[in-house]
């Protein structure tokens, strides 16, 4: 059964540093790219960033970049997002999940792999002002 289990979250004050983990089980984790997407109150969820583990390649949204680096230990099945600078509007529920990179006309972006496992129940970051 495909698993990718996220924690790390928690409360912290704007500025201030997290670092989320996700554990993945289940499936050949060199085979796939793990990214992070979150989902703010009444918002839709979005990509965060996302990391090949076969080619270490990593992408961000605009949003996070420069501030989140994202990470990935394949002897450990373990996908990381260092989060720093944290501001108020990245208050969210993160979570990790299988993504799909995607290349062309010069530009590349990621969508979730929605039909490989559950997006699970997230970990939590609250970003006080």
């Known amino acids: 059964e495909v698993q990718l289990q996220a924690s790390g979250g928690g409360l912290v004050q704007a500025g201030g540093s997290l670092r989320l983990s996700c554990v993945a089980s289940g499936f050949t984790f060199d085979d796939y790219a793990i990214g992070w997407f979150r989902q703010a109150p009444g918002k839709e969820r979005e990509g965060v960033s996302c990391?090949?583990?076969?080619?270490?390649?990593?992408y961000y949204s605009d949003s996070v970049k420069g501030r989140f680096t994202i990470s990935s230990d394949n002897a450990k099945n373990t996908v990381y997002l260092q989060m720093n600078s944290l501001k108020p509007e990245d208050t969210a529920v993160y979570y990790c999940k299988a993504c799909r990179i995607i290349i062309a006309g010069g530009s590349s972006w990621f969508n979730p792999l929605s039909d490989f496992g559950s997006w699970g129940q997230g970990t939590l970051v609250t970003v006080s002002s």
């Open positions: 990391i090949s583990n076969n080619d270490g390649s990593t």
